[in-house]
């Protein structure tokens, strides 16, 4: 499968105008704003009318009479893409990930296009089930902390300082001066608690995309860095397993997953093509390179060379993913039930502060 190289642009294919280059930064933001809910819900439109029998190009244009916005916008590429003697898959690049277009562009060549359409549609389906379902798990231990900050704050501005005319705060019980302590820091610091939470996860995150020294195999073995690796892995197998049933033979498919993919994969990925360099005579030797577990290195091993190795990879990826997502649901509880503790602990502080307080008044 030739890789195509982008076009040099010469002056003459240069925008001209204001207008053009305002219309130019219009998609680049449409673009971003087009998430998996509704990359999934275009393709799955897509694959329908294809399997209906209606020719891929005229589907195209149906969904841009009926269509608005961002869907609208996406359609008309993909017109100007195939008026252009290009493929569907072209017009897709910049709305879905690049490992979604290189999986369309296979069945447009395979002969499987309306299928492929589908497998992306329930591939990204899953992702926005596993981000519902996470955001589901925490929204409501999170609300509960939030609101009993502020409360906190609410108390320290309306009762404490009217209790602390009455009485220094010196004077108050250990559980009032903690709790006005902790009120305080949550008014006047909770920017700097919020800005170190948000600092702490891209911190992990990209230490999980990017690092790949000598280190990495331990940190694989850690619980939240193995979900990370197992959800990797478990994309690579499914993608990897659909582009060869496809067509694309083994070395070109490793050069397909390299487009966008994070420092991580291109690390394992670049491993496996020195292995098939060095002219590795069975295919899962070459994926042994710690990304794929080793009880999923075993299977492959084993059915290599037999017929159906593809559709190994296919069902060992998916089932690689709902394992993972099983697990990490299982993570976001226990952060779930850590963050209602918090909340839980914020609450009795504020009564045995309200009422040790009020009863030393008294």
Do not use: C
């Amino acid at each position: 499968m030739a890789i195509k190289t982008h076009r040099k642009v010469t002056s003459k294919s240069k925008p001209k105008s204001v207008k053009n280059n305002q219309e130019s930064f219009s998609i680049r933001f449409e673009k971003m704003l087009f998430g998996a809910k509704e990359q999934q819900s275009y393709l799955e439109d897509l694959s329908t009318l294809v399997e209906d029998g209606v020719p891929a190009n005229k589907a195209v244009e149906v969904l841009f009479r009926i269509s608005k916005g961002s869907t609208k916008s996406l359609s008309a590429q993909i017109i100007h893409s195939i008026a252009q003697g290009k493929p569907i898959a072209d017009g897709l690049i910049g709305w879905v990930p690049q490992h979604i277009v290189e999986l369309i562009r296979a069945g447009e060549r395979g002969g499987t296009l309306a299928e492929n359409m589908r497998v992306a549609a329930e591939t990204l389906g899953r992702k926005n089930e596993v981000v519902g379902a996470l955001f589901s798990a925490l929204t409501y231990p999170v609300v509960v902390l939030i609101t009993g900050i502020g409360v906190t704050i609410y108390l320290k501005n309306s009762v404490f300082n009217e209790f602390e005319k009455i009485k220094p705060l010196s004077q108050w019980p250990e559980d009032g001066q903690r709790l006005m302590a902790m009120a305080t820091f949550f008014q006047e610091w909770w920017w700097l608690a919020l800005g170190a939470i948000i600092f702490f996860i891209i911190i992990i995150s990209r230490f999980l995309v990017s690092y790949t020294g000598a280190l990495r195999e331990y940190v694989d073995k850690l619980p939240l860095a193995n979900v990370y690796r197992s959800s990797v892995a478990a994309r690579f197998m499914e993608t990897l397993g659909l582009l060869i049933i496809n067509g694309v033979v083994f070395k070109q498919a490793l050069e397909i997953l390299h487009l966008q993919a994070s420092k991580y994969l291109e690390w394992h990925l670049r491993q496996m093509e020195r292995r098939l360099a060095r002219g590795s005579s069975n295919i899962a030797d070459v994926l042994d390179t710690g990304l794929v577990k080793d009880s999923d290195v075993a299977r492959l091993r084993a059915i290599a060379d037999a017929k159906g190795f593809e559709h190994a990879l296919v069902r060992l990826g998916r089932y690689a993913a709902a394992k993972n997502v099983k697990l990490l649901m299982l993570v976001v509880k226990v952060l779930g039930g850590i963050i209602l503790a918090l909340g839980g602990l914020l609450a009795m502080a504020m009564v045995f502060g309200i009422y040790n307080v009020g009863s030393s008044l008294s």
